[in-house]
């Protein structure tokens, strides 16, 4: 067979898989997020020759010189695909805490953007079984439990755009490989050379454990493995989370015997669940974090953790968002703290933010709502300037409502 004819059957092999992942996706409206990188140019060329029409965006976090450079290496090779190219710019400031964590949320969130901007209804990430793996060692080095040991979801939703990983089965060595048959070029990040992440590390383990057998490709059945298991157990906790949980003005209310009485690993799943849905966790809090978390709720003293506040009162526990941690002012007409919608009659120039203690002083009525004090500091409100303009939670009126982001269900709730 001809040189020629080999590469174009490899490549079809490739990409067979990554058809089969996206047989319901509407090719037209599939939107690629292309760092520039080996395996996201890879993706990019590969839908581009199979014929997809794409839409690319590339995040430059402002985190490194060189990314608005490889930003522009990415756009100059969509030009000559032609294929439609955004760079997407995270205008971070100074950021409090874990910055990798803050910088994958403001990932996703302009990804989302950008992407209901453009009617766009799924976007692809180039997640590989190499990353898998390394996701896999990763969770080993937490002491993760079960959902820490199965790797990245194929799918998933959020923002209202489902984000897609349809080549989680082809490995890197094999996109490489199509790259440099091709002449093709990508751009290495300097990061991955760099033992202070968490990810280079992983990859190095990874090299060192193939004597003993452990590769990519065993790991990958491994994670197949513990899904399946995994996905049982998740069964079980939507139902603990549907019997113990209730929702009330977006803070989670439940009892506290009931709720550690689910046992230790369902009670785990339960908690990293509810952080995740309401601070947009993206990354389980440490195993001894979650542990020491379990063991206050049990104890029955008050607790934080990822933004978070867990308060005991008569048997019950009241989680709602710390103050101190909730989302900066945005438009009226924007999400505020990653899952509040507000709607109403808004003045030029006003502002969504927090109610806080300010806002509660304004309204010497707020307790005919029945709804705690610790819930309303912490729920949306319009202001302008520093003047208190509506506070649907804490002072209902007519023409104004707040609502929680359909995107983010939990447990049915």
Not at 18 to 29: E, F, M, S
Not at 74 to 101: E, I, Y
Not at 372 to 385: F, H, N, T
Not at 386 to 410: F, I, K, R
């Amino acid at each position: 067979m001809p040189v020629g004819d080999t590469a174009t059957l490899a490549e079809a092999r490739l990409f067979a898989p990554v058809k089969a992942a996206l047989r319901d996706a509407p090719a037209q409206k599939l939107g690629l997020a292309v760092s520039g990188g080996s395996d996201s140019m890879a993706m990019l060329q590969l839908f581009a020759r199979e014929g997809w029409q794409v839409q690319v965006a590339t995040v430059d976090h402002r985190l490194r010189p060189e990314a608005a450079e490889e930003a522009v290496f990415v756009a100059g090779v969509c030009s000559t695909l032609g294929v439609p190219h955004t760079t997407l710019v995270w205008d971070h400031g100074a950021v409090q805490g874990n910055l990798m964590q803050a910088a994958s949320v403001a990932r996703y969130r302009l990804l989302a953007d950008w992407a209901k901007a453009n009617d766009i209804a799924q976007v692809a990430l180039a997640h590989t079984a190499d990353d898998q793996a390394e996701t896999f060692l990763m969770g080993l080095s937490r002491a993760a439990g079960l959902d820490g040991l199965t790797g990245m979801r194929p799918s998933f939703d959020r923002d209202g755009v489902t984000f897609t990983r349809p080549f989680l089965s082809a490995n890197r060595a094999d996109l490489r490989s199509f790259l440099q048959r091709r002449g093709l070029a990508w751009v290495d990040d300097p990061t991955n050379d760099n033992d202070a992440y968490a990810r280079t590390r992983a990859r190095r383990a990874l090299q060192r454990l193939k004597p003993l057998g452990v590769t990519v490709d065993r790991l990958a059945t491994v994670i197949r493995n513990l899904a399946q298991a995994q996905g049982a157990l998740s069964d079980a906790v939507d139902r603990a989370g549907r019997d113990t949980v209730s929702m009330v003005a977006g803070a989670l209310v439940f009892p506290q015997a009931t709720f550690v009485a689910h046992g230790a690993e369902v009670t785990r799943l339960l908690l990293q669940s509810m952080l995740g849905w309401m601070a947009g966790v993206t990354h389980s809090p440490r195993a001894d974090s979650i542990a020491n978390l379990i063991r206050a709720i049990a104890e029955g003293r008050d607790a934080t953790l990822a933004g978070c506040r867990f308060r005991h009162r008569n048997g019950s526990y009241t989680m709602t968002r710390e103050a101190r941690a909730v989302g900066g002012a945005v438009a009226p007409d924007a999400l505020w703290d990653g899952r509040w919608r507000v709607t109403g009659p808004a003045p030029a120039g006003a502002s969504l933010a927090a109610l806080g203690a300010e806002g509660l002083r304004a309204l010497p009525d707020w307790r005919v709502t029945g709804l705690p004090r610790d819930v309303l500091m912490v729920s949306p409100a319009i202001w302008q300037g520093d003047t208190l303009v509506a506070a649907p939670l804490a002072a209902p009126q007519p023409g104004w409502t707040a609502t929680l982001d359909p995107s983010l269900p939990l447990f049915g709730l």
